[in-house]
């Protein structure tokens, strides 16, 4: 298991931007798929996003697709999440995770967690 660490979240008015970080070392990274979940409050943990390790693949949900983007920056090891005209109901913790497997989306999927970081969008 890794340490995988998040950052960037914060308060924002709705339609505005944050751009979240996923920093973990290279061992946690390297041939891993990378995801981007969140758990709003009384609400399960979703798949937002999902990156290959060659950055050559991304995938995301329904509800973000057109407004997030992910990518990776592997000399940096660190995995972005870049997230615009955000709503309200973005509002949420906001996870990043590793796992083996590509396409991954499930959480059993993935093995590697961060600790979140809050994202909250104001109307």
């Known amino acids: 298991q890794v340490q995988l660490v998040e950052s960037g979240g914060g308060l924002v008015q709705a339609g505005g931007s944050l751009r979240l970080s996923c920093a973990a070392s290279?061992?946690?990274?390297?041939?891993?798929?990378t995801g981007w979940f969140r758990q709003a409050p009384g609400k399960e943990r979703e798949f937002v996003a999902g990156i290959s390790w060659s950055g050559a693949t991304t995938y995301y949900a329904d509800s973000v697709k057109g407004r997030f983007t992910i990518s990776r920056d592997n000399a940096k090891n660190t995995v972005y999440l870049q997230m615009n005209s955000l709503k309200p109901e973005d509002t949420a913790i906001y996870y990043c995770a590793a796992s083996p497997l590509g396409g991954a989306t499930k959480i059993e999927h993935f093995s590697s967690w961060g600790q979140g970081t809050q994202v909250t969008v104001s109307s």
């Open positions: 290279a061992r946690a990274f390297t041939g891993h798929t």
